[in-house]
C-alpha cells in the first residue's frame, strides 16, 4: 500500500497531464470487471433454460417454502426491488433465448447462437481499450519521465558525473524508467480491471447464493500472508538485480571502451572472471525472483481449488439444482484470474518503487554550480579575464589551486606549463565554470562568472581538448555543434580552415558520413581536425586548447598545429602544451606547479631563467639559444 501511495506520489504530476485517457481508462476498467459478472448470470439463465423444467409438484414446494421464509423473515425493500427487476429482465429476454422443450423461432436461434459471444465480445473490447488507454497513458508518462531525468541530469555539475558510472546512468534512465512502466501499463490496469471484477462476480454469485459463496471463498484471506512474504522478497531480488544489472553495464562499457588494452595486456580471461562473477550473482538473484513470483500462482491455485471442493461438497449435501452448480463453477473460474493477477501486483509495485525511490533521490539532487534566477546576460568578451586569489579543491582532497591570481587581456596568447598533476585542466575546468572556486573570484570584463548567464559565458568560449569527442551524427552535424543552426556555407568555411574539407570531400559520403561508421578510415588528426573545425564555426573569442594535440603522433600533430595555428589567430588564447615547443608564439607562459604559478615570462626568457620551465624544456630536449650557441662553442 506504501508503495503505492510513492509511486502514485511520484507519478502523479506527470499521469495529470493525460487525465482525460486515464479517466477513460479507470472507466473501462470498472465496465470490464463489471461485465465479467453478467457471465455468471449468463450461465445460470442458460442452465435453467436447458435443464428439464422442474414438475409442477416441486415449483409449488419451493414456492411454499419461499413464502413461508418471506413471512418468517419478511424481505426488505431493497431485496423486493432487486426481485422485481430480476423478474422484470428475465421476462424481457424470455422471448430471445431457447427453453428447453419449447419450440425453437428464428428469434431465440439467433438469441442463443449469439448471447454468449456478445456478451464475451463486449468484455474483450472494453479490456483491450482499458488497457490500450493505459498504455497510451504510460507510454506518454515514460516519454516526459525519461525527458525529465534526462533535463536533470544534464543540469547535475560534474562532481556528479565524477562520481556515477555510466552503467548507473543507463540504469537510471533505462532500467528504473522502464520498471515504472511495467508497473503503470500492466500493473495500474490490472489494480482497476481485477479488484472490480472479483467485486462484480463475488456480488453475483452473492446475488445467486450468499451461502454457498461465503462457503467458497472463505479460504481466500489465507493467501494474503505468503503474497505479502513472496512480495517483499521479490522486492528484494528485484533491487540487488538492478544494481548487479548496472554493475554489468558498466563493466560492458568499461570493457569495449578499452578494448586495445585489454587485447595488449592480454586481460580476456580476468575481465571475463569479472563478468562471470556478476553473472553468477545476476542468476542467484534471477533465481530468487523467480521462486518469489511463480510461487505465488500455485498457492493462489491451491487456495481455489479448495474453496471449490468444499462447493462440490456442499452441493451434493444440499441437493442444489445443476444450473446453482454451473453458475458457481463460473464464477470460481473467473474470480481465479483476477485474484491469480492480483497476487502479482505487488510485486509490480515493489519493483516500480524501488524504481521511483531511486528517481526521487535523484531529482532530489542540486546542482552544485548553478544558474542564478536573475543571471546578467553577457554579449561579447571586451576586456579582461581574471583569476583573483582563486583556490579550488575537488571533494575530500587537497586544494588543485592555491591563491591563484592571474589576469588575461582579451588578445593575450597565454601559454600554461606544468608537471602532470600541477592543476592546469583545473584552471581551464573553473573558467568552463564545471566547478565554483572554494574562494576567490574569476571574472570575465569585471563580472563574477557566477552572476553571469551560465550559456552566454561559455558562449563566449571554445574547447579543444586532448579526447577528441565526436558524436554519431554526420560530420557536417558534427561541426555544426559548435553554433547551432549553422549554415552549410559556414559549415564548409570552418572545416576549410581547420584544414578539414579535403579529405572530407575524399569520404564516399563527404559531409553526409559519421564519424562511427568511418573510424578506421579517418586518423586521429582528422578527427581533431573536425573538432578544431567545431571550434572554428563557433567563431568565440576565448579559445582553450587542453593539450589538444597529446593524444597524436609527430605527423599529426604537425597537421592539427597548423590548422590551430590558424584558429588562434585574432582570439584570446589559453593554451595548455604538453608539447612546450608549441608555446613559442606565445606572449606569455605561466608555469605552474602543485596549484600555484612558479615561475612566468616569455619562452626565451624563461629557457633563460634556468627554472622550473628550462628543467621540463631539457626533458623535451628544448635548449636556452644561448646555451645552444655556447654549447656549439665548446
Ligand atoms: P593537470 O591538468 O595539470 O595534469 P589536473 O588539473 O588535472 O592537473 O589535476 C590537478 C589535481 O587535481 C591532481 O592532483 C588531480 O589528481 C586532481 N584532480 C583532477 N581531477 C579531479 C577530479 N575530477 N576529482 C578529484 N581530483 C581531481
Ligand atoms: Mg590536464
Not at 238 to 264: H, P, T
Not at 534 to 545: E, G, K, Q, T
Not at 588 to 600: K, L
Request: glycine share 8%; hydrophobic share 45%.
Amino acid at each position: 500500500m506504501n508503495n503505492l501511495k510513492n509511486i502514485f506520489r511520484f507519478g502523479w504530476p506527470y499521469l495529470k497531464r493525460y487525465k482525460g485517457r486515464l479517466i477513460t481508462g479507470i472507466l473501462l476498467g470498472f465496465l470490464f470487471g463489471a461485465s465479467n459478472a453478467s457471465f455468471v448470470w449468463a450461465t445460470k439463465t442458460l442452465f435453467t433454460r436447458l435443464s428439464p423444467p422442474p414438475s409442477q409438484e416441486k415449483l409449488a414446494a419451493d414456492r411454499a417454502e419461499q413464502e413461508r421464509a418471506d413471512q418468517k423473515n419478511p424481505p426488505g425493500v431493497f431485496k423486493t426491488e432487486a426481485k422485481k427487476i430480476q423478474r422484470y429482465l428475465e421476462s424481457a429476454m424470455d422471448p430471445l433465448l431457447p427453453t428447453m422443450g419449447r419450440k425453437l423461432d428464428w428469434r431465440q436461434m439467433i438469441g442463443g447462437l449469439l448471447l454468449l459471444p456478445i456478451l464475451v465480445c463486449f468484455r474483450g473490447s472494453v479490456g483491450y481499450l482499458n488497457t490500450y488507454c493505459m498504455a497510451w497513458v504510460s507510454e506518454r508518462v515514460i516519454k516526459d519521465l525519461r525527458l525529465d531525468l534526462l533535463h536533470k541530469l544534464n543540469s547535475l555539475s560534474m562532481d556528479y558525473f565524477n562520481k556515477s558510472t555510466l552503467g548507473e546512468l543507463m540504469g537510471r534512465v533505462n532500467g528504473d524508467t522502464q520498471a515504472l512502466y511495467r508497473c503503470m501499463s500492466l500493473g495500474f490496469s490490472d489494480l482497476i480491471k481485477e479488484p472490480i471484477t472479483v467485486l462484480a462476480v463475488a456480488a453475483a454469485l452473492f446475488w445467486a447464493d450468499w451461502k454457498l459463496t461465503m462457503l467458497s471463498l472463505m479460504f481466500v484471506p489465507t493467501i494474503v500472508i505468503p503474497i505479502r512474504i513472496l512480495s517483499k522478497k521479490a522486492k528484494k531480488a528485484f533491487k540487488s538485480g538492478m544494481q548487479e544489472g548496472m554493475g554489468q553495464d558498466s563493466l560492458v562499457v568499461e570493457v569495449y571502451s578499452s578494448i586495445k588494452i585489454v587485447k595488449a595486456f592480454c586481460l580476456e580471461p580476468f575481465q571475463m572472471e569479472r563478468f562471470k562473477k556478476i553473472y553468477d550473482r545476476l542468476v542467484r538473484i534471477g533465481m530468487k525472483s523467480t521462486q518469489a513470483k511463480e510461487l505465488i500462482n500455485p498457492i493462489i491455485e491451491t487456495v481455489s481449488v479448495m474453496g471449490l471442493g468444499v462447493v462440490i461438497i456442499f452441493i451434493c449435501y444440499t441437493h442444489k439444482s445443476i444450473p446453482d452448480m454451473a453458475s458457481f463453477l463460473t464464477g470460481v473460474v473467473l474470480l481465479y484470474t483476477p485474484i491469480k493477477k492480483l497476487g502479482g501486483i505487488p510485486v509490480y509495485f515493489q519493483q516500480a518503487n524501488v524504481g521511483a525511490e531511486r528517481l526521487m533521490a535523484l531529482f532530489a539532487l542540486e546542482p552544485t554550480v548553478k544558474e542564478k534566477v536573475d543571471a546578467t546576460p553577457l554579449t561579447g568578451f571586451k576586456t579582461e579575464l581574471t583569476f583573483e586569489n582563486v583556490t579550488f579543491a575537488y571533494p575530500g582532497k587537497s586544494p588543485a589551486l592555491k591563491n591563484f591570481s592571474l589576469t588575461i587581456p582579451r588578445g593575450m596568447k597565454l601559454g600554461i606549463a606544468g608537471e602532470s598533476g600541477s592543476g592546469k585542466s583545473t584552471l581551464v575546468s573553473l573558467v568552463l565554470r564545471f566547478y565554483d572556486p572554494t574562494s576567490g573570484l574569476i571574472k570575465i570584463d569585471g563580472h563574477d562568472i557566477r552572476d553571469l548567464s551560465m550559456t552566454d559565458m561559455r558562449g563566449q568560449m571554445a574547447l579543444v581538448s586532448q579526447d577528441i569527442v565526436l558524436f554519431d551524427q554526420t560530420i557536417a552535424e558534427n561541426i555544426a555543434n559548435g553554433k547551432p543552426g549553422a549554415t552549410r556555407e559556414e559549415i564548409e568555411a570552418a572545416a576549410r580552415a581547420a584544414y578539414a574539407h579535403e579529405f572530407i570531400m575524399a569520404l564516399p559520403k563527404g559531409y553526409e558520413t559519421r564519424p562511427g561508421e568511418m573510424a578506421k578510415n579517418l586518423s586521429g588528426g582528422q578527427k581533431q581536425r573536425l573538432c578544431i573545425a567545431r571550434a572554428f564555426v563557433r567563431n568565440a573569442p576565448i579559445l582553450i586548447l587542453d593539450e589538444a594535440t597529446a593524444s597524436l603522433d609527430a605527423v599529426a600533430e604537425g597537421e592539427v598545429q597548423a590548422a590551430i595555428d590558424h584558429l588562434a589567430e585574432h582570439r584570446t588564447v589559453i593554451c595548455i602544451a604538453h608539447r612546450l615547443s608549441t608555446l613559442t608564439n606565445t606572449d606569455r607562459i605561466i608555469v605552474m606547479d602543485n596549484g600555484r604559478i612558479v615561475e612566468q615570462g616569455h619562452f626565451e626568457e624563461l629557457l633563460q631563467a634556468d627554472g622550473s620551465f628550462a628543467n621540463l624544456a631539457r626533458k623535451q630536449g628544448l635548449q636556452a639559444k644561448k646555451n645552444l650557441v655556447a654549447q656549439r662553442a665548446t
